[in-house]
C-alpha cells in the first residue's frame, strides 16, 4: 500500500498567506525529495533532504526532515500565485540492495490572489 | 542540454488498439523510470531500469504492458491491448546513480493517452 502520505490533497490560500504541508512515511527514509508539478506541466525536482533534522531554504520555502526520518515538511512564507501547483514528496526506501523512490499523492496548492 | 524527450505528446485510440510511447533519457543518466499518473492513483511508478536492465517491474499493471530498454538512449512501453482504464499521463524519468545518496528525477513532459 501507499507507504508516503501526504494530507490533505488540496489546501486553498490567500495571497500572502503562509502555507505547510507535511509528508508521512510509515518506513525511515534514506532520504527525501520535493517536486513541483505546474498545472498541465511535468515533476520538477525542488530539493533533496538526506541528514536528520536537516532544513533547507529556497527563497521563501522551507524544507525539514524529521529526525526519525520518517517525515518532512515543506513551508513558504507569504504566498504568491505562483506557488500554484501540486508538490509531491518522494521518499526513498530501501530495501536489499536496492531503494525505491515512491511518490505521496501530492497536494495541490491553489492561490487567490 | 535537452532533457528527457517523450513521444507521442497526445494519443486518442480506440479500446484494443496498440499504444507504444517513447523516451530518450538524458545523455549520461543510468537510469529510467516509467510512471503513471492519474487523478485517482497519483504518481505510480510503473518499471525503472538500472544500466538499461528492468531492476523493479513490480508496479506494471498486468500483461498488457510491456518495457523495453534496448540501449541507453531509448526505452519504450507498450500497452496491447488498450482499455479505456488505461487512459493517463505516462511519464517518463531519468536520473544519474553516481554514487551520491539520493537521485533526483528529471522527468520528460509526458505522454497523454486516451483509450475510447
Known amino acids: 500500500g501507499q507507504q508516503v502520505m501526504q494530507i490533505p490533497q488540496y489546501q486553498h490560500v490567500q495571497e500572502g498567506e503562509d502555507f505547510t504541508t507535511y509528508c508521512n512515511s510509515s518506513?525511515?527514509?534514506?532520504?527525501i525529495q520535493w517536486y513541483k508539478q505546474r498545472p498541465g506541466g511535468h515533476p520538477v525536482f525542488l530539493i533533496q533532504?538526506?541528514?536528520?533534522?536537516e532544513v533547507k531554504k529556497q527563497k521563501r520555502l522551507t524544507f525539514q526532515f524529521g529526525e526519525a526520518k520518517k517525515n518532512s515538511s515543506l513551508h513558504i512564507t507569504a504566498t504568491q500565485t505562483t506557488d500554484v501547483g501540486t508538490y509531491f514528496c518522494?521518499?526513498?526506501?530501501?530495501?536489499?540492495?536496492?531503494?525505491?523512490?515512491?511518490f505521496g499523492k501530492g497536494i495541490t496548492l491553489s492561490v487567490r490572489p | 542540454d535537452a532533457g528527457v524527450i517523450q513521444s507521442p505528446r497526445h494519443e486518442v485510440t480506440e479500446m484494443g488498439q496498440e499504444v507504444t510511447l517513447r523516451c530518450k533519457p538524458i545523455s549520461g543518466h543510468n537510469s529510467l523510470f516509467w510512471y503513471r499518473q492519474t487523478m485517482m492513483r497519483g504518481l505510480e511508478l510503473l518499471i525503472y531500469?538500472?544500466?538499461?536492465?528492468?531492476?523493479?517491474d513490480s508496479g506494471m499493471p498486468e500483461d498488457r504492458f510491456s518495457a523495453k530498454m534496448p540501449n541507453a538512449s531509448f526505452s519504450t512501453l507498450k500497452i496491447q491491448p488498450s482499455e479505456p482504464r488505461d487512459s493517463a499521463v505516462y511519464f517518463c524519468?531519468?536520473?544519474?546513480?553516481?554514487?551520491?545518496?539520493?537521485?533526483?528525477?528529471?522527468f520528460g513532459e509526458g505522454s497523454r493517452l486516451t483509450v475510447l
Open positions: 533532504l538526506v541528514k536528520s533534522g
Open positions: 518522494a521518499g526513498d526506501i530501501v530495501t536489499g540492495a536496492n531503494s525505491k523512490l515512491t
Open positions: 524519468a531519468s536520473s544519474s546513480t553516481s554514487g551520491r545518496p539520493g537521485r533526483e528525477l528529471f
Open positions: 531500469f538500472n544500466n538499461n536492465v528492468p531492476i523493479d
Open positions: 518506513t525511515t527514509l534514506s532520504n
